[in-house]
């Protein structure tokens, strides 16, 4: 009787869910700052943009959407459709450096299109397939065929199979879309490691676009692999010095770079 | 099925005049002279014969039409033949330069029977103007000798079963196709015929001229069997259609395909297989034959997958698949299958998804090609530029643990996206000659850096470039974050040129 009743309860909240303009399951970011302005995290089954800042940008804005992937994949497979001319442009997918982020290239398949129509095409094929945990679409620039009724393709396969498609708009400028969520991602400093070292990837992540109603803001936040989850970072964390000294000592910063040298800093931290 | 007169018949066929034209020979220098090859039925009518000298032809005939022999679009010409025989049976061997053999075991009905299988295949190379002796026997051996050495007047066409031995009796030693000293040898001795080899025991010639030469007498009788070496690779299953009128629409072509795909289908779940390679074949009414191949991760047998993968790839096909005045046949090939359990109904729900990965990396791989769906796997090497290698998709199924985890704790020492080759970079200013650079210019855009952390020496194999130089790398981050990794090439050295590349980006 009792299990009767949390049955329909389940049923009506999901009802209730489906009618909303922004409905469905979310997936939560990590970070509590961007769960809380969106309402618990992105729609899992929608259609997810995110640009670059500027073109040095891009390979962060690839990395924010691989970390969204991550965060709404649990361990499942996910595809990454990537236009050729975005490896020429960009840089090639570096399978090592994708484990440095959490993604194993065991759970990856990439499809290498041709042009933006393929892309969609594959992009649209396997945002069909449910058993994925996402799809990462990446093609180059504004194609044509990239138009209203295409994303609107790409979402209602997306809510169908309930998978997010996060399309990484590599060089490409906002244009009508269907997405639910539109992202502006640009690198942040990094909190820094002993000796100057860089650290872990940091981002500052705009919201452009939000069905609910949440754009307009923006966050910095870090990716931390370990448990695959966003963390905000307060702002003065990160305004740290440059390499030559002439910036505010950051708390915890031991070895100052006149006086150790970047030399070896990398055996240092590993020994310590 | 032999074609004594192919060379002629392809630079006739070449040649729209060729009616008004003299008798036509083919000749090729042979010692110092031109010599004849290969000849028209109109020059072998007036006399001519092969190996005669071009000078001597020209005597006897001085009006002659000459052309040098050319050997490879003949062998070409002979191809298409075979390819457009396929349509009879798939089992077509090349009987190089100027023969061909067909396995019509459970073809013939399909043509009302031997003689009319026989009559519509010469119909089909008469009306392509190629003169043929085609010969129907129940052994290869036997058909071939009697195509190509028996007369013209009185030739059996179709040889009934059992009676081999009879029909080759009367055939000259050639047919045996023994080396030239041999053959002479044998006619010296008063042989003349294949009849009077069988009539005489069989060791008699073993010791003379080798156990080779028995063998071929009774292959020639049917009586051992003899090896094929089809040009194609026979099909373990396959369905056809044929239309007595040529099919042109989408939608028949299409319900023909889902009906081929379903009894393909139901034949595999017979055998308890599952098709790796399946092949369609599209034989046009105007003789073209049109093949689409498909290669799957995973043996495959349901009717409707197998259809979808093919709609993929016809949907894909950078010339599409054009019916022109219809096709006139169809066929579907497992060329090559796996073992596959029958499916079972309690699966469990993870099977069951990781086969829909599988059949989305298949039918992603037949529409882009396998080369183009692809995994990574990870490479036992130092060298950065080959610690991964995609691999097709399909070839590779999906796999756990392939690739180690990293470091707790760590930030990502190794870029996300990588440069091949590295780029170029123009270092405008480094605080310390061998440390990292402080300001750099790539892309035409300046940087600069605000954290770095190196060098880490990464030395090539030394097996693989024993002249490159080690590469220094460094972590690099700019000022308004962005993450590089950046080599300086070869150890620093007071007073020499030092060159910096750009490897990679970090997220």
Request: with cysteine.
């Amino acid at each position: 009787m009792k299990a009767d009743l949390e049955a329909l309860r389940e049923r009506v909240a999901r009802l209730e869910r489906g009618s909303s303009p922004a409905g469905g399951e979310r997936f939560s970011t990590g970070s509590r700052a961007i769960d809380a302005a969106l309402g618990g995290g992105l729609v899992r089954g929608a259609l997810h943009e995110v640009f670059a800042e500027g073109m040095a940008d891009e390979p962060a804005a690839a990395a924010f959407a691989i970390m969204l992937a991550l965060r709404a994949s649990d361990a499942k497979p996910i595809v990454w459709v990537r236009q050729d001319f975005v490896g020429l442009e960009m840089g090639e997918i570096y399978a090592p450096g994708l484990v440095e982020l959490g993604l194993s290239p065991d759970r990856l398949i990439l499809v290498r299109a041709r042009d933006g129509p393929a892309v969609l095409r594959a992009g649209e094929e396997a945002a069909r397939c449910p058993p994925l945990g996402a799809v990462l679409v990446e093609p180059w620039g504004n194609p044509k065929t990239l138009d209203l009724v295409a994303t609107r393709r790409l979402a209602l396969a997306a809510a169908r199979a309930d998978l997010p498609v996060l399309m990484v708009r590599a060089g490409g400028t906002p244009t009508p879309s269907a997405a639910a969520s539109r992202w502006r991602v640009r690198s942040a400093p990094s909190r820094q490691m002993e000796a100057e070292a860089p650290g872990h990837p940091c981002f500052v992540a705009d919201l452009l676009r939000d069905r609910a109603g949440a754009a307009g803001r923006g966050w910095t936040v870090e990716w931390n692999r370990d448990r695959l989850a966003f963390t905000d970072i307060p702002i003065a964390d990160i305004s740290g010095s440059d390499i030559s000294g002439n910036g505010a000592a950051l708390p915890g910063r031991v070895v100052s770079a006149a006086a150790g040298g970047p030399d070896h800093p990398a055996e240092e931290r590993r020994a310590g | 099925m032999w074609f004594p007169l192919l060379p002629a018949d392809r630079i006739i066929r070449q040649r729209k005049d060729a009616r008004d034209r003299p008798p036509l020979v083919a000749v090729e220098k042979q010692k110092g002279a031109m010599r004849i090859v290969a000849l028209s039925r109109e020059a072998k009518r007036a006399g001519l014969v092969v190996g005669l000298t071009l000078a001597d032809a020209r005597a006897r005939i001085p009006d002659l039409w000459v052309e040098e022999i050319d050997r490879i679009a003949d062998a070409a010409l002979l191809d298409a033949v075979a390819e457009d025989c396929d349509r009879v049976s798939p089992v077509v061997m090349v009987d190089a330069p100027d023969g061909l053999t067909l396995d019509i075991t459970g073809c013939d009905h399909l043509f009302g029977g031997e003689a009319g299988l026989r009559l519509g295949v010469s119909q089909r190379l008469r009306r392509a103007r190629i003169n043929a002796r085609t010969v129907i026997a129940g052994a290869p051996d036997t058909a071939r000798a009697l195509a190509r050495h028996a007369p013209l007047q009185g030739r059996i066409a179709i040889v009934a079963p059992g009676e081999e031995a009879a029909a080759v009796r009367s055939l000259p030693i050639a047919a045996l196709g023994l080396e030239e000293k041999d053959r002479v040898a044998i006619s010296r001795a008063g042989l003349k015929t294949i009849g009077a080899l069988i009539d005489r025991p069989s060791q008699l010639f073993a010791s003379r001229f080798g156990e080779e030469m028995t063998l071929r007498l009774r292959r020639l009788q049917g009586l051992a069997p003899a090896p094929l070496t089809p040009r194609r690779n026979v099909p373990a299953i396959w369905s056809e259609r044929r239309f007595a009128e040529p099919i042109g629409r989408e939608e028949d072509i299409h319900s023909a395909f889902a009906d081929m795909a379903r009894e393909i289908g139901d034949e595999l779940a017979a055998r308890r297989e599952g098709g790796r390679v399946f092949e369609a074949s599209f034989y046009r009414a105007d003789g073209a034959v049109r093949r689409v191949a498909i290669e799957t991760g995973r043996p495959v047998r349901q009717g409707e997958t197998l259809l979808r993968l093919f709609r993929e790839k016809l949907d894909a096909l950078a010339d599409p698949l054009d019916p022109g005045f219809g096709f006139d046949q169809m066929r579907l090939c497992v060329l090559h299958a796996d073992p596959l359990a029958a499916v079972q109904p309690g699966l469990d729900g993870r099977a069951i998804e990781d086969d829909a990965v599988a059949d989305l990396a298949d039918r992603l791989s037949a529409r882009f090609g396998p080369e183009r769906v692809v995994r990574f796997l990870p490479e036992d090497t130092h060298d950065p530029d080959r610690a991964a290698r995609a691999a097709p998709a399909i070839f590779n199924p999906m796999t756990s643990s392939l690739w180690p985890a990293p470091e707790a704790g760590e930030p990502p020492l190794r870029p996300s996206q990588i440069f091949n080759p590295p780029q170029r970079i123009a270092i405008r200013f480094a605080e310390i000659p061998d440390g990292p650079p402080r300001r750099f210019s790539w892309r035409r855009k300046e940087f600069t850096v605000r954290r770095a952390e190196g060098p880490e020496r990464i030395a090539p194999e030394w097996w693989r470039a024993p002249d490159d130089a080690a590469r220094d790398y460094y972590r690099i981050e700019d000022a308004e974050g962005r993450r590089f990794w950046l080599f300086r090439a070869g150890a620093y050295a007071p007073g020499a040129d030092t060159h910096w590349y750009l490897h990679g980006v970090f997220a």
